[in-house]
């Protein structure tokens, strides 16, 4: 167990449909970077959040967004879904704000239909 | 253009045998990490390198990196079914002070009893 909480852990929805995916980081840390895993595909990095600001982006989509709350959760939202955004999206997190070291949670599994 | 690159992507072994894998990145740096992912599971971090010569070891596998090489390896000795799993490599690079991870394709490994 990481110490990285996600919910839901699945998640079925409609083409077109709006769904928001929430990650807790490991107590103490305060970088939280968004993943997605197509099926048998490698690891896109989406976005990263430290201590409550964005601090770096990758190939995240304009139909997505994220933000990081005071207590340092966070919430990936994703909007106007396709089927090609059906995929793993892990939550990782790590306690300083340059590093690779990172502990990833057990993943939101999304199906869209 | 940063790239981590992986070979092979794909392997297909006996128990009992030994094998390496390899992680080749496009860039300098000195920090490069290696992760496990079971089918269907999050990831869980395996080694953090942090020098050149650095060597890690645990159980049957041994990590090692030569930055001047730009090369990192993952070394299975004597494998044995339970590591069969996809092997990721990351290596962090800084350019014009942004920081970015770089994550390798991944190499699925199959152990054969």
């Known amino acids: 167990d990481s110490g990285v909480t996600q919910t839901p852990k699945h998640l079925i929805t409609a083409t077109g449909q709006r769904v928001t995916l929430r990650c807790s980081p490991r107590s103490g840390d305060l970088s939280v970077y968004w993943y997605q895993q197509s099926l048998d595909q490698g690891l896109q990095f989406l976005i990263q959040y430290y201590n409550g600001e964005e601090r770096a982006k990758g190939n995240i989509l304009e139909r997505f967004s994220a933000q990081q709350f005071p207590d340092l959760h966070s919430e990936l939202n994703l909007s106007s879904l396709e089927l090609g955004d059906s995929a793993l999206y892990f939550c990782?997190?790590?306690?300083?704000?340059?590093?690779?070291?990172?502990?990833f949670g057990p993943g939101t599994r999304l199906t869209v239909t | 253009e940063l790239k981590v690159e992986q070979n092979p992507l794909f392997l297909s072994m006996q128990e009992g045998k030994n094998y390496t894998i390899y992680c080749n990145y496009s860039?300098?740096?000195?920090?490069l990490y290696w992760y496990r992912q079971d089918p269907g599971k999050s990831l869980e971090s395996l080694f953090v390198l942090l020098s050149n010569g650095a060597v890690k070891q645990e159980g049957r596998l041994m990590a090692s990196l030569d930055t001047k090489a730009r090369l990192s390896t993952l070394h299975i000795t004597a494998a044995v079914h339970d590591l069969s799993a996809t092997y990721f490599c990351?290596?962090?690079?800084?350019?014009?002070?942004?920081?970015?991870?770089?994550w390798g394709a991944g190499t699925k490994l199959i152990i054969k009893p």
């Open positions: 860039t300098t740096s000195d920090r």
């Open positions: 990351a290596v962090d690079i800084v350019e014009d002070s942004n920081y970015q991870l770089i």
């Open positions: 990782a997190s790590s306690v300083f704000r340059e590093t690779g070291e990172q502990y």
